[in-house]
């Protein structure tokens, strides 16, 4: 059948980080995971994290903060460029 659950990496579009415990909620509002690990990312200029979702929760997905929802862009790792170079 397959894990009921699985780690999908975000990125948010707003100055809000999402926090360890965070719900994230679908497009009904019903929680489907919550946040493992949420900070900010000078590199991107934007909050990014991990969040333990139910495997069916989809891709339109939004972190609840302080009763608040703020969209999730679902992306996969690494979160920031790989390769740097300075010349």
Same mark, same amino acid.
């Given at each position: 059948?397959?894990?009921?659950?699985? $780690?999908?990496?975000?990125?948010?579009?707003?100055?809000?980080?999402? &926090?360890?415990?965070?719900?994230? $909620?679908?497009?009904?509002?019903?929680?489907?995971?919550?946040?493992?690990?949420?900070?900010?990312?000078?590199?991107?200029?934007?909050?990014?994290?991990?969040?333990?979702?139910?495997?069916?929760?989809?891709?339109?997905?939004?972190? &609840?903060?302080?009763?608040?929802?703020?969209?999730?862009?679902?992306?996969?790792?690494?979160? $920031?460029?790989?390769?740097?170079?300075?010349?």
């Amino acid at each position: 059948d397959g894990c009921a659950r699985a $780690v999908q990496f975000f990125s948010i579009n707003d100055r809000r980080i999402a &926090r360890e415990g965070t719900e994230i $909620v679908d497009a009904s509002g019903t929680i489907r995971g919550r946040v493992l690990s949420g900070t900010y990312s000078p590199m991107r200029d934007r909050p990014i994290g991990s969040a333990l979702l139910d495997a069916d929760a989809g891709t339109s997905l939004s972190a &609840r903060i302080r009763n608040k929802d703020y969209p999730l862009d679902l992306q996969a790792p690494p979160l $920031v460029k790989t390769s740097l170079t300075n010349k």
